[in-house]
């Protein structure tokens, strides 16, 4: 009874505070609107936030103004009733928010909305390019939230959904951003992951790509060595065990050795009897030939 009534003080004063935190930054003072977010992320248990999903729900209504955005953006991770609609206007409100560097809680914020987002078929089809493209870019702490199941994008048939899309740059993304997690992956969703590496971003034309994804797993990696007590200083996460830590080291490590062996296989071919592609060369100028060389590190 008393947590109860604690956890009732805790959102109302939070609640309350909102506001307020979100008129001080429309001031340039961000100091208490991020110890807002900082509140809600050390939390593990956010689905008694209710005060959030009505306050969000609020702000879509109101008139945009670069405090509502950057107030949309950065609570956007504790509200669950996206439609289409206000999808949009978040879209909208975090690559605003996003052009301006305000404070980190916004960068960490988005990259989670988007972790939840990305198991939605209707709304992963509408994220924008430009957030796509953004995250890439990024190197960001997993999600604090305490995801069901049905809710983590790192499921095979999701991967599989975003294979069918078609564009390699989105793809790319989607894989940089769930390889950030030190979870390990399910047996299906990595299997799939492989055969996404062998079918995918195989070929002299994909060394960039492949060269993105080996970086974000060494970084990941890097933090995985360092043990659960690391991560979990980094972020609380219960379920970050040793073994648990292992398997995830050796995934991520089976999909470097296969971004390894594409490489391998993209030598070989520039280094096969020259006859066989004689045609093809002399018909690449050489700006193509040295795009090529670059791809596959020749």
């Given amino acids: 009874m008393v947590r109860s009534f604690t956890v009732y003080s805790k959102e109302k004063a939070i609640c309350t505070l909102l506001p307020y935190a979100i008129h001080l930054s429309g001031g340039g003072q961000q100091q208490m609107i991020s110890a807002c977010s900082r509140a809600f992320r050390s939390d593990r248990d956010h689905t008694k936030w209710n005060c959030i999903q009505l306050f969000i729900a609020g702000l879509f209504d109101k ?66 390019v430009g957030i796509w493209l953004w995250s890439n870019k990024q190197t960001f702490i997993p999600p604090a939230l305490p995801w069901h199941h049905r809710r983590d994008p790192r499921r095979q048939e999701t991967v599989r959904e975003f294979r069918a899309l078609g564009n390699i740059e989105i793809l790319k993304s989607y894989l940089l951003l769930v390889w950030l997690e030190w979870k390990k992956l399910g047996d299906s969703a990595f299997a799939e992951m492989c055969t996404s590496i062998r079918e995918d971003f195989n070929g002299i034309g994909m060394g960039r790509h492949r060269e993105d994804l080996r970086k974000r797993l060494d970084h990941v990696l890097g933090q995985l060595d360092q043990g659960p007590e690391y991560l979990r200083e980094l972020r609380p996460r219960p379920y970050i065990s040793h073994d648990n830590a292992e398997i995830t080291r050796n995934q991520y490590r089976e999909l470097k050795q296969l971004l390894l062996e594409a490489d391998r296989e993209a030598k070989e071919i520039l280094t096969r009897t020259p006859s066989r592609f004689t045609i093809l060369f002399g018909i690449l100028t050489s700006v193509d030939m040295y795009r090529i060389s670059l791809d596959v590190h020749v």
């Fill in 63 to 128: 008139p945009r103004t670069p405090s509502t955005d950057r107030a949309i953006t950065l609570v956007s991770p504790y509200f669950h009733s996206f439609d289409q609609n206000t999808f949009a206007q978040w879209s909208t409100a975090a690559l605003t928010t996003l052009a301006v560097p305000y404070m980190e809680d916004i960068d960490q914020s988005v990259a989670d909305t988007l972790w939840w987002i990305m198991h939605d078929g209707a709304l992963r089809q509408h994220i924008p």
